[in-house]
T-cell receptor, first 111, second 112 residues
Framework: DTGVSQNPRHKITKRGQNVTFRCDPI?????LYWYRQTLGQGPEFLTY????????KSRLLSDRFSAERPKGSFSTLEIQRTEQGDSAMYLC?????????FGQGTRLTVV | QKEVEQNSGPLSVPEGAIASLNCTYS??????FFWYRQYSGKSPELIMF????GDKEDGRFTAQLNKASQYVSLLIRDSQPSDSATYLC????????????FGKGTRLHILP
């Protein structure tokens, strides 16, 4: 499978716990995006990497959120001290500079 | 602030008719535009891209780009109930170091 891969597909966590999601982009894609989406809303931009450099991070993103792409390949998104409002679908997309392709997403439920 | 704007809908179209989805963008330098289809609970799927002024056809789908007026549209001919979804418009700024900008999507409902 050469598409964008996200793990896990589903995550249920208790409020206050930390969670980490992984995204493996399409091979050779140097651009990687993270989005958050809640029901009935469009994707909300979180952060963007070009290779290992984090070029942009949404000002709406609290300090509890951090993302890394240490070797310019896979990326991780960590949420510390989760809150119920963090419940959403977290989408990763990769691009070579033209169209972006999305993974299947990680659905987070904070209880 | 570079933006892509779409009417949120819902847009209701009878089965078999043409569905027309529109999108405007603020960055005059944007060169590439994309349409994604997203079913409820699923991730967005790329269905069309267009780089040049004019029309681009792929099966029942036609993407139209008018750079002078800064709008992009997607026409779906012979609409089917399976076309019911949210359609996201996106643009890539001329500076390829800039991120792709997504609209918030238009919900399309095909009436059987």
């Amino acid at each position: 499978d050469t598409g964008v891969s996200q793990n896990p597909r589903h995550k249920i966590t208790k409020r206050g716990q930390n969670v980490t999601f992984r995204c493996d982009p399409i091979s050779e894609h140097n651009r990687l995006y993270w989005y958050r989406q809640t029901l009935g809303q469009g994707p909300e931009f979180l952060t963007y990497f070009q290779n290992e450099a984090q070029l942009e991070k949404s000002r709406l993103l609290s300090d509890r959120f951090s993302a890394e792409r240490p070797k310019g390949s896979f990326s991780t998104l960590e949420i510390q001290r989760t809150e119920q409002g963090d419940s959403a679908m977290y989408l990763c997309a990769s691009s070579s500079g033209y169209e972006a392709f999305f993974g299947q997403g990680t659905r987070l439920t904070v209880v | 602030q570079k933006e892509v704007e779409q009417n949120s809908g819902p847009l209701s179209v009878p089965e078999g008719a043409i569905a027309s989805l529109n999108c405007t963008y603020s960055d005059r330098g944007s060169q590439s535009f994309f349409w994604y289809r997203q079913y409820s609970g699923k991730s967005p799927e790329l269905i069309m891209f267009i780089y040049s002024n004019g029309d681009k056809e792929d099966g029942r789908f036609t993407a139209q780009l008018n750079k002078a007026s800064q709008y992009v549209s997607l026409l779906i001919r012979d609409s089917q109930p399976s076309d019911s979804a949210t359609y996201l418009c996106a643009g890539q700024p001329m500076n390829r170091d800039d991120k792709i900008i997504f609209g918030k999507g238009t919900r399309l409902h095909i009436l059987p």
